[in-house]
């Protein structure tokens, strides 16, 4: 992705659709698909965004379909535009990543892991494993602080780290299928100055907490484009609550803002 000329970069977190092959298809009642594509033409809608990153579990029933719906929705939403806002993506536990890389086949979507802002550069990490719980690799924690410079510390980027899964408990069910090594994770990611948050999925809700470390480096966690958890719920459970996003807006001297946003039921 192309530096920005602007001294701050709007970008945009949206994830866990669940989608079906069905346009019609529900999850606990909502109409998935139409969440998304009511999520994405709002996204369209907004002057300056400069990014999409979507962090995980786009389907629900592992359909082929499902992920070129996810396609059909992106490409319907920003159809009258005449500029282009890319849509980068990671995987969540639900999603196969050859077909995610596949499928997800359009002008505006990147496969691309670290992009580069001109005051930040953004990581997607991949937390993936052959059960719903996550975890991050050494290999790819030792490569997040290799691509992290900090030999001039005065021209230095400011880091923002995307993934699926929450490496903070968030107390309600979802944490049986969190990031099982949590404290090696944040043993690298603390000593990295440069790191300013870390943004997740998987929640179903858009939470903030903040890693009990030097750094006091805030988790925000997104709202999802399908449903939103109950978390007083043993199970998954949707509360009464729209589909919803999540904003951010960094600064050129390394400080940002995020708000959480929901769509109407």
């Not at 029933?61 to 159809?79: M, P």
Request: overall charge negative; proline content about 4%.
């Amino acid at each position: 992705m192309n530096s920005s000329s602007n001294t701050t970069s709007v970008i945009a977190q949206v994830s866990d659709s669940h989608l079906f092959a069905d346009q019609g298809g529900l999850h606990h009642g909502a109409n998935v698909y139409q969440n998304l594509s009511r999520v994405f033409k709002e996204l369209a809608s907004l002057p300056g965004l400069q990014a999409i990153f979507f962090t995980g579990d786009l389907t629900q029933d592992h359909s082929e379909q499902s992920y070129q719906l996810f396609v059909d929705a992106l490409a319907a939403a920003f159809n009258d535009n005449t500029w282009s806002c890319p849509l980068y993506w990671l995987a969540g536990n639900h999603d196969d990543k050859k077909l995610l890389t596949k499928l997800l086949v359009h002008p505006q979507i990147s496969a691309e892991k670290v992009i580069e802002l001109q005051y930040w550069r953004i990581h997607l990490l991949d937390s993936t494993t052959d059960t719903p719980a996550g975890a991050v690799s050494e290999q790819q924690l030792l490569e997040l602080r290799k691509n992290i410079p900090i030999k001039n510390l005065a021209e230095a980027k400011s880091d923002l780290v995307f993934m699926h899964h929450h490496p903070l408990d968030v107390g309600y069910f979802i944490d049986q299928h969190g990031l099982q090594n949590q404290q090696q994770f944040w043993q690298h990611v603390n000593v990295i100055p440069s790191v300013k948050a870390v943004c997740c999925g998987h929640i179903h809700r858009g939470l903030t907490k903040v890693a009990s470390n030097l750094n006091a480096i805030p988790l925000y966690a997104c709202p999802a484009t399908s449903i939103q958890f109950d978390p007083n719920s043993a199970t998954v459970a949707a509360l009464n609550q729209g589909p919803g996003y999540r904003l951010l807006t960094l600064f050129a001297d390394g400080t940002m803002q995020t708000t959480k946003h929901y769509l109407s039921k």
